[in-house]
Nanobody, 123 residues
């Protein structure tokens, strides 16, 4: 599966952005999807994941209550709605896909990755 992330940009603290990740192929609904982020000089970290059906989600503590992951299997797209953004959310955001199963939070467990989209939150 090929992934294409979009929707990043520059926003002030407290603002919102919605990231999208479009997937190619008819097998999208067989994959769990995840969002990760990587800030300069830091390791890639887990943000959120969603099951193939959309019925289960997991969030990093740092974004819980502010970010919402969702998916539309008819459109082969997964979303990340980000509200109440903070400067520490600044990073390149990546979407990733893993075969359906338990929800995964480690980057190495995801087989497919998008190219990343930059999110910058100014104070």
């Amino acid at each position: 599966v090929q992934l294409q992330a979009s929707g990043g940009g520059l926003v002030q603290a407290g603002g919102s952005l919605r990231l999208s990740c479009a997937a190619s192929g008819r097998t999208f609904r067989t994959y769990n999807m995840g969002w990760f982020r990587q800030a300069p000089g830091k390791e890639r970290e887990f943000v959120a994941s969603i099951s193939w059906s959309g019925s289960s989600t997991v969030y990093a503590d740092s974004v819980k209550g502010r970010f919402t992951i969702s998916r539309d299997n008819a459109r082969n797209t997964v979303y990340l709605q980000m509200n109440s953004l903070k400067p520490e959310d600044t990073a390149i955001y990546y979407c990733a896909a893993a075969p359906a199963g338990i929800l995964l939070t480690t980057p190495g467990q995801y087989a497919y990755w998008g190219q990343g989209t930059q999110v910058t939150v100014s104070s």
